[in-house]
């Protein structure tokens, strides 16, 4: 069926260094790809989102890439810091008869170790 | 998001009781989701809404159901609940810029059940 991998489940890095979340999707027609950090205990929040129409989109330290052809997008957070360690979640809208779904991935799990 | 709310936050109950979980939001949004997360699994889409008359399931519907009592409000019930139903389960809502198929979603806090 329609879906959307998300690896890896955990990440550790260490302060200051780079964090790369990779997801892939199998519906073509997607065309809007949100990334949703969750901190312990809290509510997903939405830190940013790209549409088919562009390839790369950036809000300071954290970036978001598509490409449309592999049908995969990457979240990418440079100079981590310990506030990044959440739960971090990719998500692609599969399209139905019944309506617009968004599918979620698993979740990384990353951990800023200082 | 204190625009979107869940009662109750904490629930726990034995099998076989009926439960029904509610969301409220003041966003005036049309749109609203019910979500179950479970450990390692991310978030599952139980069943959605895009307007006050339209019901749609989600993955994972079976052992649910839900209610669209106005466009403010939209609520999960659990007919007969099973221990394996215990979960985090999010209420969300979005509201599409006119042309565009999907925008951002608004988590409430979230309900805590626990099935004993």
């Known amino acids: 069926g329609e879906n959307v991998e998300q690896h890896p489940s955990t990440l550790s890095v260490q302060e200051g260094d780079s964090a790369v979340i990779k997801c892939t999707y199998s519906d073509s027609a997607s065309n809007y790809f949100p990334w949703y950090k969750q901190e312990l205990g809290k509510r997903p929040q939405l830190i940013i989102d790209i549409r088919s129409n562009v390839g790369e989109k950036k809000d300071q330290r954290i970036a978001v890439t598509l490409n449309k052809t592999a049908k995969h997008f990457s979240l990418h957070i440079t100079e981590t810091q310990p506030e990044d360690s959440a739960v971090y979640f990719c998500?692609?809208?599969?399209?139905?008869?019944?309506?617009?779904?968004?599918?979620f991935g698993t979740g990384t799990q990353l951990k800023v170790e200082l | 998001d204190a625009d979107v709310t869940q009662t109750p936050r904490n629930r726990i109950t034995k099998t076989g009781k009926r439960i029904m979980l509610e969301c409220s939001q003041t966003k005036g949004h049309d749109r609203m989701y019910w979500y179950r997360q479970d450990p390692g699994l991310g978030l599952q889409l139980i069943y959605y809404s895009f307007d006050v008359k339209d019901i749609n399931k989600g993955e994972i519907s079976d052992g649910y159901s839900v209610s669209r009592q106005a466009q403010a409000k939209f609520s999960l019930s659990l007919e007969s609940a099973i221990p394996n139903q215990t979960a985090l389960y999010f209420c969300?809502?979005?509201?599409?810029?006119?042309?565009?198929?999907?925008?951002?979603?608004?988590f409430g806090p979230g309900t805590r059940l626990t099935v004993t």
């Open positions: 998500a692609a809208p599969i399209l139905t008869g019944g309506g617009n779904k968004l599918t």
């Open positions: 969300a809502t979005s509201d599409p810029p006119g042309g565009t198929i999907d925008d951002e979603q608004y």
